[in-house]
């Protein structure tokens, strides 16, 4: 299983962090979660382009986290390069078909795939889902940020598992979904000081990790306001297993 971070900031522009974006490597497939803007370069950075692409999850719909979905589904469309020729599916939570019927109205065709080519999977708002893929499982929790808002553990058949928290607030089905995980990438939006409704800052994610008992903890999506303190001892105060703050193209692979 190999992790890259594909974008570590949030909707601000910045030429050092793209938006929301997450690749996960388990064998064949590739499994990308959330695609805000900037998310097709850096999966060309990465080496990735986007017709291998078997699966996208979004944890909300909010536009730093699939700003880049009309644009992917376009570009699906272009003769040779990038034609999808194969079946991939989005994951969502309930309401993403309507989210997607919605772009078909105002795109029409441009974002139409070919019959089969594109299926979609609604997840459970309410509480715990679960889905089968053979390869990997995953597990997912609704999240406290939005009514469309899950978190995601993904488990490889040599069970490492992964959890991809979205955005969320400070959220005991965060401690559940992660309990026990090999890697827990957090969003910790703002330091300390600065704590928002329905984000986490990077002592509250810390505070997560060590209920969960994660054994890695990366810390993501960060606005600009976090490169003016000290994000890592922030998170030291409630967690002291290892740390990583996410850069956009680090990988991490669990054997």
Not at 11 to 24: A, N
Not at 61 to 77: I, M, N
Not at 115 to 144: A, W, Y
């Amino acid at each position: 299983m190999k992790i890259t971070i594909l974008g570590s900031g949030t909707c601000v522009p910045s030429l050092k962090r793209s938006s929301c974006s997450v690749l996960i490597e388990i064998g064949q497939s590739l499994l990308l979660f959330d695609s805000g803007a900037g998310t097709m370069r850096r999966l060309l950075e990465a080496g990735v382009t986007i017709d291998r692409l078997s699966h996208i999850f979004y944890s909300h719909l909010h536009p730093d986290h699939t700003g880049e979905l009309v644009t992917l589904l376009f570009a699906s469309k272009y003769p040779n390069t990038y034609r999808r020729l194969k079946p991939f599916t989005i994951v969502a939570a309930e309401g993403f078909v309507n989210f997607y019927e919605k772009l078909k109205f105002a795109y029409g065709e441009w974002i139409e795939l070919a019959p089969g080519l594109l299926r979609i999977s609604e997840l459970n708002t309410k509480g715990l889902d679960h889905l089968d893929c053979e390869l990997f499982d995953v597990d997912s929790l609704p999240m406290e940020h939005t009514d469309m808002s899950l978190a995601y553990r993904i488990t490889g058949p040599n069970g490492k598992s992964v959890v991809y928290s979205g955005d969320t607030d400070l959220c005991d089905n965060l401690v559940t979904l992660a309990k026990g995980v090999d890697v827990l990438i957090c969003e910790s939006a703002l330091p300390d000081e600065m704590k928002v409704p329905g984000h986490l800052t990077p002592s509250l994610a810390g505070r997560i990790a060590t209920q969960a008992g994660v054994k890695k903890l990366v810390l993501s999506h960060f606005y600009p306001e976090c490169d003016a303190v000290d994000v890592f001892e922030q998170c030291r105060k409630t967690y002291h297993g290892p740390l990583v703050l996410a850069e956009d193209l680090m990988e991490i692979v669990l054997p």
